[in-house]
């Protein structure tokens, strides 16, 4: 008989997402006449943009002539659409990149997930807590970690709580670590890091030669002025980090699929012999030889987010679903529960009623207002006592779903 991976045998339950469709299908098939909101996975429901629909069907159209169709293009991307990141994802924020530190790809919870390929096994993992659970999951899949405890913490990772008393910020490790998973603006807890916060990361990592890891899916979502959108906005960033981005929750992407990963020339790790070798370097070999590239008409999509249309366009979704995360915030605190998020991003982070416990709080929202969230322990230990919704359902829904919370539940 073929031996299985066994460290997929220490991963708890099923994938959180999918636990919630499995415990929604069980609740509607007894309660057919239930009208469910969902505000659980954080999944777009508005159209793509006008701008990027013209461009798709164009591309589409080329590649239905001789002329124009195209086969496999460049693993990494076209250069017209990592032209065009560079230019209005960076370069207006005073970071300059080279088109080759950039690598386009089908998303960044792939990317996320598969980074840690590229990385030794025994190298010791922090990561915060609560955290978007695919940092962990795909480095116990890798065998970084031993089997978790009753609290849910795998025995090896290194856990950064993010808890009230810190403003749910991370704190720097008091000893070395080799891979920090950082997100800013924050799934699930929608906080966002100052500068002086991502200045002490990258100098941590400076001093540690420790990689960050920096899930910037949510960028977009910031609202304050002075908060730095890339972790190549610090001073040092690149000699340390490499950037997660998407097109999902920017401009509509999640059934589309299209992100970008940056991996900097001058981020350097070395062998267990004391030799450096280029990350960069790496991560290309690992991308060409197991992806073959993101199709043509969906990199000419995403390309089109960068036209003046569609930069309007997008911004005028994002301030869609942010009036969401308006309402959501405003209408449950008036009510008195006490909520976090929802001002530089598109995550609200609710405190359960009565300190009950987030699958219970789950069950109770589902049954009593037919409303759908993301219990707080699914990412992680001390998410335990919260609870996440999402800002990206319809106005109409979103308005409804506080609605019956407020009627229904009490803080
Ligand atoms: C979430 O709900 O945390 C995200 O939508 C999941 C994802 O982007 O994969």
């Given at each position: 008989m073929a031996l299985v991976n066994e460290h997929y045998l220490k991963l708890r339950a099923g994938y959180l997402f999918?636990?919630?469709a499995r415990r929604v299908q069980a609740f509607t098939k007894t309660n057919p006449e239930a009208q469910i909101i969902r505000l659980g996975i954080g999944d777009v429901t508005q159209p793509l943009p006008p701008a990027v629909i013209k461009s798709f069907h164009q591309a589409v159209d080329e590649m239905g002539q001789a002329e124009s169709f195209k086969g496999y293009g460049p693993e990494q991307g076209y250069e017209f659409l990592l032209d065009r990141i560079i230019a209005n994802d960076f370069e207006v924020r005073g970071v300059t990149l080279e088109s080759d530190e950039v690598f386009v790809s089908d998303g960044s919870k792939c990317d996320s997930g598969n980074i840690q390929e590229i990385f030794a096994v025994d190298n010791v993992v922090a990561v915060a807590d609560p955290a978007y659970p695919v940092y962990v999951d795909t480095n116990v899949m890798a065998g970084r970690t031993g089997k978790a405890d009753e609290k849910g913490r795998y025995h090896g990772l290194y856990y950064m709580p993010c808890t009230e008393a810190n403003d749910f910020l991370p704190e720097v490790p008091s000893h070395k670590v080799d891979i920090i998973y950082l997100c800013f603006p924050n799934n699930p807890t929608g906080v966002v890091a100052h500068r002086h916060v991502l200045q002490t990361w990258v100098d941590y990592a400076r001093q540690n030669q420790a990689v960050i890891l920096f899930d910037a899916a949510y960028e977009a979502y910031i609202t304050e002025e002075e908060i730095p959108h890339s972790i190549y906005e610090i001073q040092g960033a690149k000699e340390c980090a490499i950037e997660f981005r998407s097109f999902s929750k920017t401009a509509g992407f999640t059934g589309t699929r299209c992100a970008y990963t940056v991996v900097p020339k001058a981020l350097l790790a070395s062998t267990k012999s004391g030799e450096t070798a280029s990350l960069n370097k790496l991560w290309n070999r690992r991308h060409t030889t197991k992806f073959n590239g993101v199709s043509y008409p969906v990199q000419v999509a995403a390309a089109a987010v960068y036209s003046d249309e569609g930069k309007t366009q997008v911004r005028a979704?994002?301030?869609?679903?942010?009036?969401?995360?308006?309402?959501?915030?405003?209408?449950?605190?008036?009510?008195?529960?006490?909520?976090?998020?929802?001002?530089?991003?598109?995550y609200i982070?609710?405190?359960?009623?009565?300190?009950?416990?987030?699958?219970?709080?789950?069950?109770?929202?589902?049954?009593?207002?037919?409303?759908?969230?993301?219990?707080?322990?699914g990412f992680g230990p001390s998410g335990e006592g919260y609870f996440r919704l999402s800002a990206f359902g319809s106005r109409e829904k979103t308005e409804e779903a506080v609605e019956r919370i407020r009627n229904k539940i009490s803080p």
């Open positions: 999918p636990e919630i979704l994002i301030d869609y679903y942010m009036q969401n995360a308006r309402i959501i915030r405003q209408t449950l605190s008036a009510a008195g529960f006490t909520v976090f998020g929802g001002k530089n991003a598109p982070w609710m405190k359960t009623s009565g300190g009950m416990s987030s699958w219970d709080f789950f069950d109770l929202l589902l049954a009593e207002a037919h409303v759908v969230g993301t219990p707080g322990s």
